[in-house]
């Protein structure tokens, strides 16, 4: 069986950048906003019936799916294509008209000013809005920290710059090209593939791959316009905070996980703590390697000699394979994905590298993926397509509270990619099981560990910036290398010193959206206990389904209570922390 690889776009959206639908889709996006505008404004505020509150949802979530529908496209084009510039050019027309359609709709955040709290808050009890309860919470949540309507329309149009500053970042890194030498040929090859030789077994390989991406990423002009594209996406979100009023520079971004402040300095402070048991890791694995002068580009690297490649059609199959023994919906699901043309597999020429799911309610999900082969890869077909599952369960829930915030968002990809571990355990030998656990340890530390310390790095930086201090490139390099160095310890050496270090310029998440890596962490930490509870039957499936089935319908503290989860407790952090100890022991064990 040869299963599809590319996209059919056309089959779920348009057949082009001229295809009829699209230019109309697009050109009624500001008429059809006009209308609701005309609805809604100076009428909202006056609402006194749930009723009136309903109708108010039910309009608005049907016209904001037309209108988002076009925005969607052009990213799935642009993803295919990094370097298209029709399709470029079009996405900054595209952005122009979302401006202006979104300051026509600013009175409603005004609207709701007016309500005020203890309405919102009441119709939020109301069963007849039973749907919308936690958008209605968050609206009250956000109440205090919007501005009024000519501020907020000032703030909206000087968005649209920052958004450029993004697209810049995507656009250069998109364009860079690198080179190695594989077999005696120099040869062009795009990040991903650079990327995944860091993992080879010859050591030699590695290290170029690893200079390969460097020399790109360190050219003095790369350095230059990615840090000023990085500061200046801090300084924006510091003005935010000033502007609005957020007690600290993660308090944004936790407002929007609806995850409190001490909750996430919690998580951050028990992995911190935890760091020595990275050094132990890579200790033992360089014992292991036999490396005395064990490198940067040695944490990566594999312990058993013969790298395994995969094919696709194997690799798909051994994922369809883990979702048949778990449920027949996580089943299903999968094999419609590919079946109807939802994935793109294979790296190309311009296409975005790494790996996303992509889903919203009324609509199909679809997965990107960069597949070189490596037992990586397989891992990441079970870690997006456990995404496109979430957002396919989720698709119950109201359009206002389909999406998970981001720190629940990452349940189902990281418990699908457990379930093909615990797979991939049984299937192989003893020899092999070694560098089973040593894969399973890399990506422990590459989700919780490395994320952490990306976010330690993002604190120090958002807050410096924020005190009104200036960083160059070069400052950047050196925060980055002091919180590298507390998470590696003295277990790697470096071949530079830390200013000509820009590894914090390779970190997309960190210019689109700040703090976001902490997501990974917590849930790969949550996953754990959810895992372990479906495993020793605390949990049912069913109970599980339930849980990704919510999307953002509830606070993650609330959601999870009900399964005796308690996130706020250093104990949750704890025990999962203790089973990765567990871990590197029965892997120094092997030696
Ligand atoms: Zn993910």
Redo the contacts with the bound molecule.
Sequence with gaps: MTYPTSWNLSRYLYSGLDDPKFLTDIERIIPDTLLFRDKYQHTLEGFTEASQILEFYNDYEKFSYTLGTPGYYLFYLSSLDTQNTEVLKKMGELQFIHTNASNELLFIAQAWKTIGVKKILEWAENPILIGYRNDLMSTAENIRYILGEKEEYTLNMKARPLSLANDLHDELTGSFEFFMSIDGEEKKLTEEEVRSYRQHTNRSIREEAYKSLRKVYNTKQNQITLGNIYTSIVKDSSSDMRLRGYETVMSARNISEEMDDTTITMLLNEVENSYPIYSRFLRAKAKMLKISDFSVWDVGAPIASNDRDFSFDEAFNLHLSVMKDFDSDFYEYSLKMIEEERIDVFPKAGKRWGAYASYRKWDESFVLLNFTGKLRDVATIS?ELG?AIHGHLSQIQEWAVYDSPLSLA?TA?IFSEMLLWEKLKTMISKEEYAEYLNERLWDIFATIYRQVQYVAFEKKVHETIHDGQELTYKELNLLWRAEQSKLYGNEIQYDIDGGEESGWSMIPHIFHTPFYCYAYAFGNILTFALYNKVQNGELSIEDYKDILRSGGSKRPRELLMKYNIDITSPDFYRAWLHEVEKLVIEFENLL
Excluded: N, P, V, Y
Aim: hydrophobic share 0%.
């Design positions: 870690h995404h990452e990809s």
